[in-house]
């Protein structure tokens, strides 16, 4: 089963699409869709980079100077590309994918991106290998500081494995930051036999709450969106065979911070943005009900004070209170209209 559908995820990515455009699914984020400094950087990119480049969302984070970024799946390049400009000379990006005409592609205008950075020296790395086994592609333990991916872990026939190793290699207090495919149901296998319902990441979505319990198997009990947007699916085809299913392309962020829970608990805790994160000024969005505005304080659950406090985020707030006194489950709700919320969104998941 597993070398049937890297043959077909190959064959598909590697010869049968020819550029985005041929993609029968709006999976491909517009650049609209983008920060404008991510779009800025794009900019800068080689055309051919763009072009043959399939992604759903965009998973870059901030707060990337200096760190090491691993790109699962990273096609020809393009967030490598953009990572490699927002790590700057003291970072680094590796690039990871199994294709071979992704990654010559990706390969072949490292020399061009480098000068075209100002940089001196390459920042960038791009290995042959599968995302099952990191270890093999030379990935040690608690080395990474953000794993990326881009509509990616959706081909592989072992989600879980997948998970597990990009558990393995981040750091304490790392990110695992992407964009990919979720489904609203547990779908049916044999779909997973046709080549373009598989290439074109439909077949290999995640149920969200299968992706929710294989998360705390690994040992992260909380994660959160960024965005949500639902799937057109136009080929009349392929909107037959899938039935009544419906797909949403999901940017997700989860930490590597052993203190999470799996439920939002009131501490009494406050956190206050500093705006000292690049590209940040006026505030920070941590996830979809999460937006820290510079200078304010905001009451918080714990899980939300941990990502913030035990990661690279930490010098960006100033954090008020411990875990030494306990008041129950985190309110949300009630929190929010404290705050001024009109929209009642929640604190946590």
Same mark, same amino acid.
């Given at each position: 089963?597993?070398?049937?559908? =890297? ?22 984020? !517009?650049?609209? !869709? ?5 779009? %800025?950087i794009i900019g800068e990119l080689e055309p051919a980079i763009v072009e043959k480049f399939y ?9 990337? +100077? ?5 790109? @699962? ?7 490598? =590309?953009?990572?490699?400009? @927002?790590?700057?000379?003291t970072g680094e990006v590796i690039g990871l994918d199994m294709t071979d005409e992704q990654i ?6 490292? %020399? ?64 695992? =930051? ?26 290999? *979505?995640? =149920? ?16 959160? +969106? ?9 080929? $009349?085809?392929? %909107?037959?065979?899938?039935?009544? $299913? ?11 911070? +052993?203190? @999470? +829970? ?82 009642? *969104?929640?604190?946590?998941?």
């Amino acid at each position: 089963m597993a070398e049937s559908t =890297y043959e077909m995820v190959q064959e598909y990515y590697g010869k049968v699409l020819g550029g985005s455009d041929d993609l029968k699914t709006d999976a491909c984020c !517009s650049m609209d !869709s983008m920060p404008a400094h991510v779009r %800025a950087i794009i900019g800068e990119l080689e055309p051919a980079i763009v072009e043959k480049f399939y992604g759903c969302g965009s998973p870059i984070p901030a707060a990337l +100077e200096g760190c090491t970024v691993l790109d @699962l799946g990273c096609g020809t390049g393009r967030d490598v =590309y953009v990572c490699s400009k @927002l790590v700057g000379p003291t970072g680094e990006v590796i690039g990871l994918d199994m294709t071979d005409e992704q990654i010559g592609e990706a390969r072949k205008h490292e %020399a061009t991106q480098m000068a075209r950075f100002g940089f001196e020296q390459s920042n960038v790395r791009f290995v042959q290998g599968y995302m099952e086994d990191l270890a093999q592609a030379g990935i040690s333990d608690n080395s990474v500081d953000v794993v990326i991916s881009n509509c990616v872990i959706n081909l592989s026939p072992n989600k879980e494995q997948v998970l597990r190793e990009i558990v393995r290699v981040l750091k304490p207090g790392g990110e695992l =930051y992407f964009s990919d495919v979720f489904a609203d149901r547990r779908l049916p296998v044999a779909l997973q036999d046709d080549p373009v319902l598989m290439g074109e990441c439909l077949a290999g *979505a995640l =149920y969200l709450e299968d992706f929710r319990r294989i998360l705390a198997d690994c040992g992260i009990r909380d994660y959160r +969106e960024t965005t949500r947007r639902r799937l057109s699916i136009d080929d $009349a085809a392929v %909107a037959e065979k899938l039935g009544d $299913a419906t797909f949403c392309s999901i940017t997700v962020r989860a930490f590597k911070v +052993e203190s @999470l +829970e799996d439920r939002c608990e009131d501490f009494g805790q406050t956190v206050r943005y500093r705006g000292t994160i690049p590209h940040e000024p006026c505030g920070f969005t941590l996830d979809d009900h999460h937006h820290f505005a510079k200078g304010k304080y905001v009451s918080v659950c714990g899980n939300t004070a941990a990502m913030l406090q035990e990661t690279r985020f930490a010098p960006h707030f100033e954090i008020r209170g411990d875990r030494s006194s306990h008041y129950g489950l985190f309110h949300c709700h009630e929190v929010a209209s404290v705050q001024g919320n009109d929209d009642g *969104a929640s604190c946590c998941c």
